[in-house]
């Protein structure tokens, strides 16, 4: 599948975010696709890409005002973080994320990194648990399938340790994902580009 996300995606955001701190300023409506997917918003800061939010939806909903909706929730309600302040905008960079191609992995390893995102589901004790990580997020922490496992365990809130017990218990889904970036420069270089937007 072609990637479907694209740099306008990415000035929505920019454009969403701004718009919430400067409510005079409306964003310009999108011209991109309204085609239903699922997406996650990220946003980083500075050289070193601190992640600063990244919530998403499973659900395939309408994109203009999904992505209007998860622009803001990622940058001012993801709990892992305090909300992104208008002095942090020149510093930082939004992805998107469309997921598409789901699809059941037979066991705890069957996925490729660098190609899939990972939906973890496991039953343990009575208790439930559920993570994801996107393509990227292995091959950026230059984990292995094990460390990954571990690491979205973790993340799911299992106390617990990756061996044959729990690698039997889980359950993977695995998609793919077409992403666009932009940093906050990009941003403005493309709105002159695109005055339109």
Request: hydrophobic share 35%; with cysteine; aromatic share 10%.
């Amino acid at each position: 599948m072609a990637n479907p996300a694209t740099p306008e995606m990415c000035a929505f955001c920019f454009d969403t975010l701004l718009a919430h701190f400067n409510p005079s300023a409306a964003p310009p409506t999108p011209t991109f696709t309204n085609d239903a997917f699922p997406i996650f918003v990220t946003w980083t800061k500075g050289p070193s890409s601190q992640l600063r939010g990244c919530i998403g939806n499973f659900e395939p909903r309408p994109l203009h005002r999904q992505l209007a909706e998860y622009a803001l929730v990622s940058s001012l309600r993801d709990t892992r973080f305090r909300p992104i302040s208008p002095s942090e905008v020149p510093q930082l960079q939004v992805g998107v994320s469309l997921l598409h191609t789901f699809e059941p992995g037979h066991k705890w390893d069957d996925w490729e990194i660098g190609k899939h995102g990972i939906l973890l589901t496991m039953e343990m004790d009575g208790e439930q648990y559920r993570a994801t990580y996107l393509p990227e997020v292995a091959s950026e922490q230059e984990w292995d399938i094990p460390e990954a496992i571990t690491s979205l365990l973790r993340k799911a809130g299992y106390p617990g340790v990756l061996n044959e017990r729990t690698k039997a218990a889980i359950q993977i889904e695995r998609y793919q994902s077409g992403k666009a970036h932009m940093s906050h420069a990009e941003y403005l270089a493309w709105k002159q580009q695109h005055p339109a937007h």
